[in-house]
């Protein structure tokens, strides 16, 4: 191992919570090479070192101050129990929201359906009877007089020069 | 049978007062301790360390057992106590606001001291002041990790999830520290050495 990989290895090692595959290779390492051993040693220096430095506890008040503070934080209102959270208070409204709009939703389209159906029923109507209609028109249309050949004035067929047959 | 504190804390949840009275009692102290030394003034720590039970209580019908109990706990201790460093540190010094922003590895703007050799502290033969100094020196992040690895003796994955960071960084994070430290608090780990051969005592 290379002094720096074990420099980091070190604290773990000072500390005592290397695992023993890190602090075997720790002490291979410290074995062979002088730096790293004093620098190990330095830490375990300050590490005691810094045991020197006193604690300062709580005062008395502590506790009776954090349940003041406690005690002073604004009380929920009767209805805020049944919104516990603002965000869900407007998760709700939106899901009613939501709902409304797809409950009226079918309905105005259902409403247009309606209408739709209405006019198809009018253009049933309007055709129902087209086949009549249309046989009306055919028969006021024709003249069955006109085409039957008048017999007595029955005009003689024009002869073209060529001896071709001509219908005016 | 005693309760973890996870089981305390839904006790809270479920509207029991007295779990919440049993872990205030039982970190108050790691609490006070830890933010003292975050901050160095008594009456801030002790309001910080208010609100965080503060805070506690507040969240109790939210609360989720995702993790220790203590590392969430310390995790709103740190958050407020950086938070309060910062303000406390733009309300006493003047600067620009488009400085660059400290790292963990950045020199702390706050402390005049820094600038001052150890052994100009030493006349103070306070050896516990020099070592809150030192400590007080560090980055804010790395100030932090010594002072839960060193004080509350939290493993590595706890100290790492407080902080957010992974284990790899955290590691980094601590040998920084405690190099600084090693430098800075050399003459008081020689100083017993030298006074004990003045004295002529074997050491």
């Given at each position: 191992m290379k002094c720096e990989e074990v420099s980091k290895g070190l604290i773990a090692y000072v500390d005592g919570r290397a695992n023993p595959a890190e602090r075997s290779l720790v002490d291979a390492h410290l074995a062979a090479c002088a730096a790293c051993r004093t620098r190990a040693e330095e830490f375990r220096n300050v590490w005691s070192v810094l045991d020197e430095v006193p604690a300062v506890d709580p005062s008395f008040a502590f506790d009776a101050r954090v349940r003041q503070r406690i005690a002073a934080e604004p009380r929920r209102r009767w209805f805020e129990w049944f919104v516990p959270q603002p965000r869900l208070a407007l998760s709700v409204a939106l899901l009613m929201a939501l709902t409304v709009w797809v409950v009226k939703a079918p309905m105005s389209h259902l409403g247009s359906a309606n209408t739709a159906a209405a006019r198809q029923q009018e253009d049933f109507n309007a055709i129902k009877d087209l086949g009549v209609l249309e046989n009306y028109d055919v028969l006021t249309k024709f003249d069955a007089l006109s085409e039957l050949p008048a017999s007595g004035t029955e005009q003689p067929e024009k002869t073209s020069p060529g001896g071709q047959t001509t219908n005016d | 049978?005693?309760?973890?504190?996870?089981?305390?804390?839904?006790?809270?949840?479920?509207?029991?007062?007295?779990?919440?009275?049993?872990?205030?009692?039982?970190?108050?102290?790691?609490?006070?301790?830890?933010?003292?030394?975050?901050?160095?003034?008594?009456?801030?720590?002790?309001?910080?360390?208010?609100?965080?039970?503060?805070?506690?209580?507040?969240?109790?019908?939210?609360?989720?057992?995702?993790?220790?109990?203590?590392?969430?706990?310390?995790?709103?201790?740190?958050?407020?106590?950086?938070?309060?460093?910062?303000?406390?540190?733009?309300?006493?010094?003047?600067?620009?606001?488009?400085?660059?922003?400290?790292?963990?590895?950045?020199?702390?703007?706050?402390?005049?001291?820094?600038?001052?050799?150890?052994?100009?502290?030493?006349?103070?033969?306070?050896?516990?002041?020099?070592?809150?100094?030192?400590?007080?020196?560090?980055?804010?992040?790395?100030?932090?990790?010594?002072?839960?690895?060193?004080?509350?003796?939290?493993?590595?994955?706890?100290?790492?999830?407080?902080?957010?960071?992974?284990?790899?960084?955290?590691?980094?994070?601590?040998f920084r520290a405690y190099e600084t430290l090693r430098v800075q608090l050399a003459p008081l780990v020689t100083q017993p050495v030298e006074r004990r051969a003045r004295e002529g005592r074997p050491s």
């Open positions: - | 049978m005693t309760r973890s504190d996870v089981q305390l804390m839904l006790d809270v949840k479920a509207g029991d007062d007295a779990s919440f009275d049993f872990l205030l009692q039982k970190y108050r102290s790691p609490l006070v301790h830890f933010l003292n030394r975050m901050v160095r003034d008594t009456a801030t720590a002790e309001d910080l360390a208010q609100e965080v039970f503060l805070r506690v209580y507040r969240a109790r019908k939210q609360y989720t057992p995702s993790a220790k109990f203590t590392t969430w706990l310390f995790r709103i201790a740190t958050n407020l106590a950086l938070n309060s460093v910062r303000d406390t540190r733009y309300q006493k010094l003047e600067v620009p606001i488009d400085a660059p922003t400290d790292s963990e590895d950045a020199a702390p703007r706050e402390l005049p001291a820094r600038e001052m050799r150890i052994d100009e502290f030493m006349v103070e033969r306070d050896r516990a002041e020099i070592i809150r100094r030192a400590i007080n020196s560090l980055p804010e992040k790395q100030r932090a990790a010594v002072l839960l690895h060193k004080y509350e003796e939290m493993d590595y994955f706890e100290i790492a999830g407080i902080l957010d960071c992974s284990e790899g960084a955290l590691k980094s994070l601590l």
